[in-house]
């Protein structure tokens, strides 16, 4: 069955590292998401990519990087990690067809930063 | 950003017992979702909407596209303690808009 995964699932980091979340997806979707789940502020989108080589920015995505090299992964990067980005990272991935667009998330990654 | 307006926020209900929530929006959206979420998991789609009006069901779980395609509703029949966890609407208008999440208790 296709699927999304993430890892690490957890991950524990100091200030000013850089840290990198896979996301792997089997769906062969166009379309690839990272967002962040904070209580009181729901999910909120980081990064989007529709296809290989093509990455944009969503709402939050300063301290963000990521890059698209193939259809299955698009990794997300923390250049120097920040108090303020101990979150939940969920990846997505969409077909992003015009019918039948359904997204589908990955397990998360909860991240720490200390 | 945008952030659909969902309601109840949080809901405490017996067992058996049938579930509404809604998701409102003042614009328009072409595809409607409904997640489920657990603690410490992923989203997990329930029911996909595309047509204004439509209705669907999965299970015990029936979701309406809104006639208006600003709101869509999920309803859930004779409840049971699994159905315990949050669950969040999602409307798709360019890029998708997530509402703030009802939490249901489901009491034994």
């Known amino acids: 069955d296709a699927e999304i995964t993430q890892s690490p699932r957890h991950k524990i980091t100091e200030t000013g590292r850089q840290v990198t979340l896979a996301c792997h997806q089997t769906?062969?979707?166009?379309?690839m998401f990272w967002y962040r789940q904070d209580l009181g502020h729901g999910l909120r989108l980081i990064h989007y990519s529709y296809g290989v080589h093509d990455t944009n920015k969503g709402e939050v995505s300063d301290g963000y990087s990521v890059s698209r090299s193939n259809t299955e992964d698009l990794p997300l990067t923390l250049e120097s990690a920040a108090s303020s980005q101990t979150s939940v990272y969920f990846c997505?991935?969409?077909?992003?067809?015009?019918?039948?667009?359904?997204?589908?998330f990955g397990p998360g990654t909860r991240l720490t930063v200390l | 950003g945008q952030q659909l307006n969902q309601s109840p926020q949080s809901m405490f209900i017996q067992e058996g017992e049938d579930v509404s929530m809604n998701c409102t929006s003042s614009?328009?959206?072409?595809?409607w979702l409904w997640y489920k979420q657990e603690p410490g998991e992923g989203p997990v789609l329930l029911i996909a909407l595309y047509k204004a009006g439509e209705l669907t069901s999965n299970g015990r779980l029936t979701a309406q596209f809104g006639i208006t395609r600003k709101d869509s509703f999920l309803n859930i029949s004779a409840s049971i303690p699994s159905d315990v966890g949050i669950y969040f609407c999602?409307?798709?208008?360019?890029?998708?808009?997530f509402g703030t999440g009802t939490s249901l208790t489901v009491i034994p």
């Open positions: 769906w062969n979707h166009n379309n």
């Open positions: 999602a409307g798709l208008r360019g890029q998708f808009y």
């Open positions: 997505a991935s969409s077909s992003g067809g015009t019918d039948y667009n359904e997204q589908f």
């Open positions: 614009s328009i959206f072409n595809t």
